[in-house]
Every structure is written in C-alpha cells, then in structure tokens.
C-alpha cells in the first residue's frame, strides 16, 4: 500500500494531456482523411481542444520553466488542431 503513495515517481499529471489529447487530436484528424464526422467524433475533437487549453493555461501560471514549456505546447497544439480541425471539418 505504501507503494501507491508514492503515484509521483511513476506518474506526472504534467505529461496527461501528451498520451491523451493530442493523440486523440492526432487520431480524429486522421480519420476525418476517409469519412466525415459524426457528433461523437465531433464532441471528442471540441473536448480534446478544450482540455489542451486548460492544461495549458493551468500550466502556464506555474513558475518552473519545464511547467511553462509544456504549457505552451499545450496552447499551441490547441491552436494547431483547432486550425487544422476547421479546415478539414
């Protein structure tokens, strides 16, 4: 039990949004290449974009230079997909 105290060491909420968001971003822009979205598809691409924005904005107010780096990445990935989401959508 002592183990799952110590989540830090193997988990890093910092690095969430890289193994759920963009490749779910990744993955949408991808398959809208062979058929047009439906609502789910649609709703998931908004939500995804939303979460990067907060992700970003949450770390962006953080003071360490690793935390502000990924924040902006975050933000811009959002902007990118978002762009990318509209002109193929």
Do not use: C
Request: glycine content about 6%; aromatic content about 20%.
């Amino acid at each position: 039990m002592k183990n799952w105290r110590k989540w830090d060491d193997w988990f890093n909420p910092l690095y969430f949004p890289l193994v759920t968001a963009i490749p779910v971003e990744t993955w949408l822009l991808i398959s809208i290449q062979t058929k047009t979205w439906n609502a789910v598809e649609l709703t998931t691409f908004i939500i995804s974009a939303l979460f990067l924005v907060f992700a970003g904005i949450v770390e962006l107010s953080a003071e360490e230079i690793k935390h502000r780096f990924f924040g902006h990445l975050y933000l811009g990935s959002a902007v990118v997909f978002g762009g990318l989401g509209y002109l193929f959508f």
